[in-house]
Every structure is written in structure tokens, then in C-alpha cells.
């Protein structure tokens, strides 16, 4: 059974229009990540919840907002899409942010935009 | 700053072949380090890991990788795979501070030939 879960599995959106990636999780772990992979790329962290204290990466583009109404949910927001953000949208969770825990990964969306 | 390189972007195997897959990071401290792997349509899981201990990790699937401080490195092997082991494989290494963050290298894509 999935215990990260993410939709819509793609997206696809216009240059400029707001949009909302959705994460939940049924492990009730205390940290959950946002990371950005464009094509043959690393996966690249831009921001994480510890609970609810928001832990925003030095280089995320402030394009990128996220919100966590309960330790099940993360939201990923893209305020004003461009070009270079479609890419796939990975939401990770862990037990705790010690270096040791095992993160476990959603599927993935797909952001394409137009 | 923390990074990780994988040196195989594409990697065509016949079954049975072995593997190795290069990770290197640089790091110089007290590193934790990841192999994930993402078989087509799924989303990542950890394949093995390394905190301390015995350099060589057996992982699921058999496969196992060898930690070697002097080089960096944390390849990644199996004897023999099979067609099932057709996926992308990234290495990881644990960022230093209390986030939790995963460096991630760019990823092999493995290809195996029935």
C-alpha cells in the first residue's frame, strides 16, 4: 500500500498560472520534503516541514511556497509557473531529520507548463 | 559544498552480467550514504545504506555496495542481474546539519537486456 502519496500524478499547467501539488502521508512521520528533478538531473531539495516549522532551501526561488495544515498533508504551491519549474515534483517523508532515517518517496508529479 | 557524482549516466547490460556503478562524493566528514532506486513508474526506495560499521552494505535484490573512505567512494554491485533490474539508480550522500537532507547524485539509468 502506498504511504506517500501524490496528486496528480502529472500536471499540466499555463506559463504564469498558479498551481497546487498535493502529498499525504499515512505514516505519520514529522518531516516531509519537497525536492524538484528537471530532466537527467539530481533530485534537488527546495524546502521541508518539521512538523509544522518551515525550512526553506537558500537557493528556492521564492516562486515556490508550500503549506502543511496537518502532519498527513504538504501542499506544494508554484505562484507563477515558468518554463523552467516543469520538471518532476517529489515529496519525501521521514520519521525525524536525523541524517539516518530512511526517507520515503512518493511517486512523483509530472509539472509540465505551457 | 556537499556533492555527489555518478560517473555511468547509461548503462546496457545483458542479463547476468555484473554490475558496478560509480559514486563518488565529496564530503570529508562523517557521511551517510544512500543508494535509492526507481523502477519505471515507481517512485524511489532505498536499495541499501551506509552509517558506520563494515564498509561492504548488502542491500535487498542482492545487491551491495562498498564504502571506501581514501577514495570517496560508494559503488555500487551485484554478481548477476536480471531483467527486473531495469530501473534508475541514484546515490545519496546525508547533508550535514540537522535537516535530514538528502545530496543526490545525477542517477543511472540501467538498462538490462533480456
Known amino acids: 500500500d502506498a504511504m506517500v502519496i501524490q496528486n496528480p500524478r502529472y500536471q499540466v499547467t499555463q506559463f504564469g498560472k498558479p498551481v497546487t501539488l498535493s502529498c499525504s502521508q499515512t505514516?505519520?512521520?514529522?518531516?516531509m520534503y519537497w525536492y524538484q528533478q528537471k530532466s537527467s538531473q539530481a533530485p534537488k531539495l527546495l524546502f521541508h516541514y518539521y512538523d509544522k516549522d518551515f525550512n526553506n532551501e537558500a537557493d528556492t526561488p521564492d516562486n515556490f511556497q508550500s503549506r502543511r495544515p496537518n502532519t498527513s498533508f504538504c501542499f506544494l504551491d508554484i505562484r507563477s509557473p515558468g518554463l523552467g519549474d516543469a520538471a518532476m515534483y517529489l515529496c519525501a517523508t521521514s520519521r525525524d531529520r536525523s541524517v539516518s532515517n530512511i526517507q520515503y518517496f512518493g511517486a512523483g508529479t509530472r509539472l509540465s507548463v505551457l | 559544498a556537499q556533492s555527489v557524482s555518478q560517473h555511468n549516466h547509461h548503462v546496457i547490460l545483458s542479463e547476468a552480467a555484473s554490475l558496478e556503478l560509480g559514486c563518488n562524493y565529496s564530503?570529508?566528514?562523517?557521511?551517510?550514504l544512500f543508494w535509492y532506486v526507481q523502477y519505471p513508474g515507481q517512485h524511489l526506495q532505498l536499495l541499501l545504506k551506509y552509517f558506520s560499521g563494515d564498509p561492504l552494505v548488502k542491500g535487498i535484490k542482492g545487491f551491495e555496495a562498498e564504502f571506501i573512505k581514501s577514495k570517496f567512494s560508494f559503488n555500487l554491485r551485484k554478481p548477476s542481474v536480471q531483467w527486473s533490474d531495469t530501473a534508475e539508480y541514484f546515490c545519496a550522500v546525508g547533508s550535514s546539519g540537522n535537516t535530514g537532507k538528502l545530496i543526490f547524485g545525477q542517477g543511472t539509468t540501467l538498462q538490462v537486456k533480456p
Open positions: 505514516l505519520n512521520h514529522n518531516v
Open positions: 564530503y570529508g566528514g562523517t557521511v551517510n
